[in-house]
């Protein structure tokens, strides 16, 4: 039997080595980025249900309309726009995906034929490496400041030839580095964009969970031109299990987001958007603060801890939100031996490598998350990575 | 903006003129194929829902196991394996699917790159072609006989060079034609599937739908090789709503599915995956025959009304389950008038030019469905529908 060209790396071994998975009673787990139970609406979500299941359980039962309810695309563009920018323009649709994560997919298909490069930040959300690949298309990272994309590797690499198909950005509390484009470069990353025809698909699932700071204009307000498509989901604002996501995007690209997404899968299961849509319409204010609290209280602990205990010259990012910080050794450092102590102390850690288009073997840095982790976890995990990079720090 | 080659086809206008589309308060929709309200379990779709969300809210609000839940593939095994045949055999990898449209869309990933061939019925399901090209690849029709594929055009496109990359059928009422694979014609397609080395999808969403003969194996029961993935769905025997679907397949391509699925959009919903694993273990039969009286109901009268009305050289489908009836006019008629005036006589059916890979410049046929039709829209329609074959054909 023969396998598409495509699929086949998904038939490789994936190297464990860089991976830190030594799983017992013991274990710190700061390795998954996934949102904290404590944070989701259970109670709102019983009565949404029950509300649409007892008075009208045949809206959510039968095929619904294609690419996503109406009654919700109304809501999400409420949302987004509340704050005063037209995040949701009057050319712009928004089509319902299965998570933000879908949407990654409808865009390297509607952008991307075999052999296609995406430009991504490096490092990037490895499950975006999954996808592009997944679809024939290659990935290749641009270089990471402080403020986001250097924005002269972004500009080599956008006037290469043959010419990039996409390029994929997730402007604030980056997975899996924590990071925040500034302004500035939302600007150039759009001047850019339009300059080399290249369009953005800017990926924003943390957006509203900014603790300190001002919140900036989503990458998409910065763009006079149609080139920039917004995915986000209610994933870290409502439960991730209910799958629901969306993205907006003007014009063709609109159309084409939504004739794609109606082609794969006609659209997402319509119970969740019934209950997601009537969460958002009531308004979810004190919801957002208290996750915000919640990622305030357990990020600010984190960053204190490593600024306790890390030797000085391991480097880790301050995020403004979410829920991942970046921690990096100097050079000299031997990477997977460093990662097997932490292992053998029972800390689990995502190592870096495994977010970088070229497979990141110099890579020297690793990923924590603190969205599920207690006070004790984040105090005794960054104390024995403290004490690691003490060991391995000259 | 430049958009992927294989997007491009879906920004064109489509034509039209073979959509019998007038709407008016006295339209006969005999043209949509949606499992009739009246069969959704309803009440214990509720109350399965309340268990869940009051007992173990997070169990369906966290992200869960990639590519489906472990419960509920077990209950899908079991439910498909409940006859005696082993439908899912050891080897076999369940993955979960929004809808079974979502498995066409993996498998065409999972077998073809740009510009390779997918083998389809002709007629066969639309949106099997849009996801064909979706995905970069082309489908080719292979002619249906009474009793499913002719094994001769089968093997003539198998043989080609460059080879195709897979072929998919829907054995059993197959839509839109009604027509039901012979078990002597599954055993040679398996046959012929292993000689030349190309891989099957069976899509099969209507097989517990029927309602008069004997149960078929399914196709990846008479398949000794591995060759065949089987697809189904809960949206006709649960609620389409729901979008859960599965595929079946064993060793690699198992595999392969599941890497997939994981890499498009994680899992699909857990709300609906929960709630249709609790119903499907509790036991449904009870529902499947209610089901199939309906259906059985609805198709018998549309045949006997056909038998009473057509003229005698139109010929059409005598489906033993399922919800679609296959109306073909003789070669000398003009399909374009014929369809007009079924739309200026307020009759909705869905032209047969839209179920061929090839665009059916030449197709004679029309589908129609009665899974929501009243007997009275069954009695009439049948009767305007004879009428104009009695003034188009000689």
């Known amino acids: 039997m023969y396998f598409s060209k495509k699929a086949q790396p998904f038939f490789l071994p994936k190297d464990q080595s860089y991976i830190n998975n030594k799983n017992s009673p013991e274990t710190i787990r700061l390795s998954i980025g996934n949102p904290p139970p404590d944070g989701f609406p259970v109670s709102r979500i019983r009565e949404a249900s029950r509300q649409i299941l007892e008075g009208d359980p045949n809206s959510v039962l039968n095929y619904s309309e ?5 009654s919700l695309r109304q809501t999400v563009a409420a949302f ?27 865009a390297v298909q509607l952008f991307c034929d075999d052999g296609d490069v995406v430009l991504v930040e490096e490092p990037t959300f490895m499950v975006a490496l999954d996808i592009v690949r997944s ?19 972004l500009e080599r690499k956008m006037a290469m030839t043959p010419k990039p198909r996409l390029l994929y950005i997730i402007p604030d509390f980056q997975n899996p580095t924590g990071i925040t484009m500034s302004e500035k470069k939302r600007r150039e990353v759009c001047r850019l964009a339009y ?3 290249i369009p953005v698909l800017e990926d924003n699932p943390y957006y509203e969970l900014r603790f300190s700071g001002d919140f900036l204009p989503f ?25 629901t996501g969306y993205v907006v995007a003007g014009g063709k690209m609109g159309e084409g987001f939504e004739k794609l997404k109606t082609a794969s899968d006609f659209h997402s299961n319509s119970w969740a958007q019934r209950v997601c849509g009537a969460i958002m319409a009531e308004g979810m204010e004190k919801e957002l603060e208290g996750l915000r609290a ?24 301050r995020p403004e ?12 450092v031997d990477m997977k031996a460093f990662l097997a102590a932490l292992n053998e102390n029972h800390v689990q850690v995502v190592a870096g490598s495994l977010f970088m288009a070229d497979g990141g073997a110099n890579c020297r840095s690793f990923r924590l998350s603190y969205s599920l982790a207690t006070e004790e976890d984040i105090e005794r995990g960054a104390r024995i990575i403290g004490e690691l990079t003490h060991r391995f720090c000259k």
């Open 80 to 106: 987004l726009n509340r704050r005063g920018d037209a995040v949701v323009g009057p050319d712009d649709k928004i089509t319902i995906t299965t998570g933000g994560q879908q949407a990654i997919t409808l």
């Open 321 to 332: 939100g979410g829920m991942f910080i970046w921690v990096t050794l100097p050079e000299y």
């Open 195 to 197: 300059k080399y025809g």
């Open 66 to 70: 294609a690419a996503g309810m109406e």
């Open 294 to 317: 919640l990622y305030r209280d357990r990020g600010g602990l984190m960053v204190s801890c490593l600024e306790k205990y890390l030797h000085p010259d391991a480097a880790f990012t």
């Open 219 to 243: 990458v998409k307000c910065c763009d006079e031109h149609g080139m920039v498509a917004l995915t986000s989901s209610m994933s870290k604002i409502i439960a991730p299990g209910m799958r």
């Open 135 to 153: 679809l024939g298309a290659t990935p290749l990272g641009v270089k990471m400041e402080e403020d986001g994309v250097d924005l002269e590797d």
